[in-house]
């Protein structure tokens, strides 16, 4: 239960990254900053891959959070286990200090926000630098097992829910069919931040999170793809990856 409400920290960080998610400018920010910092994701990076990511939704070659249909049970369990994952992220935290960034990250970071993209992952090793100090200067291994090995062993939860929201869909632009929302308990929604109302979300992502279950209501009629459960979502796909071939 502790590495999986530490890895939803996804959740908020996410709709604050929309900057919908308080009437506060400053609260948004603040809460993003925090949780970016707790999950190793540079904010301005994300924001920006956020933008193109709801632009691009499921288009290949040209969306940025693209998740590659797992078209053998071995990619699904690889993509599963967060590896493809934490390969990405720490070559974004270990590039963009040094201003190193790829072809498609130049496509949605103009250079005032790469730069700052470069400001903010320099303070972020900087705290993490200064966290570590301390933890060798104290003998405390408090951050290794409150922080660090419960982010890893939670990442597998959130990279299941990440799958659920757009894996096996059509490749195409229409919201309607890209995007599937998941029908789950009220906990799990609340966790996520409403998350699992993801068509609705992408439908119109400058609705709070607090309003996307009025939202969903109206557009619930009109989904292509809405299933109930997580395991609902998850087994069709695994069963899909079974039948390309172990």
């Known amino acids: 239960l502790y590495v999986v409400v530490g890895v939803l920290l996804f959740a ?3 709709e604050n990254s929309h900057g919908s ?3 506060t400018r400053w ?3 603040a809460f993003e900053r ?4 707790a999950l190793g994701l540079p904010p301005t990076h994300f924001r920006f891959e956020l933008a193109a990511h709801h632009a691009l939704s499921q288009q290949p070659g040209r969306e940025p959070e693209m998740i590659a249909t797992a078209e053998s049970l071995r990619g699904y369990l690889l993509y599963a286990s967060a590896w493809p994952y934490f390969h990405g992220l720490f070559s974004v935290l ?3 200090p040094f201003g190193r960034f790829t072809a498609e990250e130049v496509s949605f970071l103009a250079p005032e926000r790469q730069r700052e993209a470069m400001r903010e992952t320099r303070i972020m090793w900087a705290v ?6 301390l933890s060798v200067a104290t003998g405390s291994t408090a951050a290794l097992e409150y922080w660090l090995i419960p982010r890893v062993l939670g990442e597998p939860v959130m990279r299941l829910i990440r799958m659920s929201e757009h894996g096996g869909r059509p490749h195409v632009a229409d919201w309607l069919a890209n995007t599937r929302t ?3 308990w009220p906990p799990v929604r609340w966790l996520g931040w409403n998350m699992a109302f993801h068509a609705a979300h992408h439908a119109v992502p400058s609705v709070p999170f607090h309003a996307l279950a009025q939202l969903h209501a109206v557009l619930a009629p009109h ?3 809405a299933r109930r459960g997580y395991a609902a979502t998850q087994i069709p796909l695994a069963m899909r990856g079974l039948r390309g071939g172990a």
């Open 12 to 14: 908020p960080f996410h």
């Open 34 to 37: 925090a949780c970016g910092l």
């Open 94 to 96: 270990l590039r963009l």
């Open 182 to 184: 998941v029908v789950t």
């Open 223 to 225: 989904l292509a793809a």
């Open 27 to 29: 609260v948004n920010d």
């Open 21 to 23: 998610a308080f009437a």
């Open 128 to 133: 993490y630098a200064t966290i570590a100090g």
